[in-house]
């Protein structure tokens, strides 16, 4: 059984920086390609980066050169490293399998940008 446990958020000011990890469990964590994802208050699930089982990295415009996504396959862990961040990064944060994501999520860890 895959389980996905998403830890690192919390309340942080305008132009400061999160680590959020990412523990997976119940899979062959290094063949999958993997994903963090985020969902507002009152708005869809979406994608903010992406990283390969070979490790090339993606991330959405409206993240793009402020975060970083990583992956230690040893600790079948993926990092979401979020520098300058706005207030509107305000989200819960979820990592899973990118493109078609498991079916079962973890809990996601809230991330509050606000001053």
């Known amino acids: 059984q895959v389980q996905l446990v998403e830890s690192g958020g919390g309340l942080v000011q305008p132009g400061g920086s999160l680590r959020l990890s990412c523990a997976a469990s119940g899979l062959i964590f290094s063949i999958y390609d993997m994903a963090w994802y985020r969902q507002a208050p009152g708005k869809q699930r979406e994608l903010v980066a992406t990283i390969s089982s070979g490790g090339s990295t993606n991330s959405a415009d409206s993240v793009k050169g402020r975060f970083t996504i990583s992956r230690d396959n040893a600790k079948k862990t993926v990092y979401l490293q979020m520098n300058s961040l706005k207030p509107e990064d305000t989200a819960i944060y979820y990592c899973?399998?990118?493109?078609?994501?498991?079916?079962?999520w973890g809990q996601g860890t809230q991330v509050t940008v606000s001053s």
């Open positions: 899973n399998k990118y493109p078609q994501p498991f079916r079962s």
